[in-house]
């Protein structure tokens, strides 16, 4: 089946550790996001990416990095330098279209913890 | 600078009992409006895009609507499988591939 696969479900992350989530997709989709969501508040975003090679900072990029290489991943980096990294964190894909505006897809989530 | 507000935060509702979820948002040119679903602890899987103010769209009891400064996300007589949280996201023409979302409204409808 086609979608957005993000593992671990759940991660738990010492003080001063660096840990990687992955997102793979099998849509070919062109432009990858990552996402944080926090209770009560909407996602923001961490990271993007329209095309192999290449990101751009989203709005909270401080404290994460990302790497494109192939076109099915985009794994996001949560370092030290992240001072309350604790959250649930998506990523989607989009395909596209120069002509019309696509709707973005979501994997499942991985949910961070601190301990 | 880009915006989307969503309202109310919280919305309580009885079965049968409709009502509307609105989305205003400010964007110097609005390229897509998105309307998702997100139930506790998955991602958000997509319902409407809108994309031109007088559009609308429906889907089982749900209809969007959209104007130049919001959109409607209107529930007709809503069932308890209903309850979620509704997430409204915008695309704008100078802001490249990024989406820009509320913070979401969360609707629990109770039998």
């Known amino acids: 089946d086609g979608g957005i696969t993000q593992s671990p479900k759940y991660l738990f992350r010492k003080e001063g550790q660096n840990v990687t989530l992955s997102c793979e997709q099998n849509l070919n989709h062109d432009a990858m996001y990552w996402y944080r969501q926090d209770p009560g508040q909407g996602l923001r975003l961490i990271y993007y990416s329209q095309i192999v090679n290449d990101f751009q900072k989203g709005d909270i990029a401080e404290g994460y990095s990302v790497s494109r290489e192939k076109k099915e991943s985009f794994p996001l980096t949560v370092t030290s330098a992240q001072k309350n990294p604790t959250a649930f964190y998506l990523c989607a894909s989009r395909n596209e279209v120069i002509k019309r505006d696509t709707e973005a897809f979501f994997g499942q989530g991985t949910r961070l913890t601190v301990v | 600078e880009d915006q989307v507000t969503q309202s109310p935060e919280a919305l309580r509702l009885q079965e049968g009992e409709s009502s509307s979820l609105n989305c205003s948002y400010t964007?110097?040119?609005?390229?897509?409006l998105f309307w998702y679903r997100q139930d506790p602890g998955k991602g958000p899987e997509f319902l409407f895009t809108?994309?031109?103010a007088g559009e609308e769209k429906e889907k089982e009891r749900l209809k969007a609507t959209l104007t130049k400064k919001e959109s409607f996300l209107h529930i007709t007589a809503p069932k308890p499988e209903d309850s979620a949280t509704y997430l409204c996201?915008?695309?704008?023409?100078?802001?490249?591939?990024?989406?820009?979302f509320g913070q979401g409204t969360e609707l629990s409808v109770k039998p």
């Open positions: 809108l994309y031109s």
């Open positions: 964007v110097s040119g609005l390229r897509g």
């Open positions: 996201a915008v695309r704008a023409y100078n802001q490249g591939g990024k989406l820009i």
